[in-house]
């Protein structure tokens, strides 16, 4: 693979309590991402996260006939980021779809604190490739995906550091196939990791 250079970033996605074990929308082995995640946040040199951020009332929820139970209702701990996750390099964190009556899969569709869009802020970095990671694989992982590739960034996804709902039997592996189909990389951690050590033995 290329080796990593300033013009890269690590696009850590929704690892929050409500999707993992024991959270209300739990994604399978979903906490299984985060060990991976902290490895590769050692060798990218620009990481960001993002996070749903949903009010009480949203209309994803089943409640106002939405497909999901609540989940990361902003302020509640099922809301926050995995307490493994390690946060030391993350610079600068998203949140998507806070508005009660408009719903938001792609990552690209939040902002920071300041009201920064992911692709304003990548822009303004000179990222052109993004690595993607988290949950959920069939959701919001592949509508990130799907929007960075169309917004022309180079876009890899690291298919050990994502889990799937799976609503359906193999939906996230439909969902790979589709965002492999639209021109996205499909890439293992150990390659980006075993490159960049490659790199820093010579």
Known sequence: MTH???????????IQNDFCPGGSLAVDEGDQVVPVVNRL???????????????????????????????????????ELHQDLDTA???DYFRKASDPDKDAYSEFEGCDVEGHSLDAVLRAKGITRIYVAGLATDYCVKATVLDGLRLNYGVYVVTDAVRAVNVEPGDGERALAEMAGNGANLIKSEEIVGAFADANEK
């Open 41 to 79: 946040m050692k060798v990218f040199p620009f990481v960001v996260s993002t996070q749903d951020w949903h009010p009480p009332n949203h209309k994803s929820f089943k409640a106002r006939g939405g497909p999901w139970p609540p989940h990361c209702v902003q302020g509640t701990a099922g809301a």
């Open 89 to 91: 390099t993350i610079a």
């Open 4 to 14: 990593l250079d300033n013009s890269d970033a690590l696009v850590l996605v929704d």
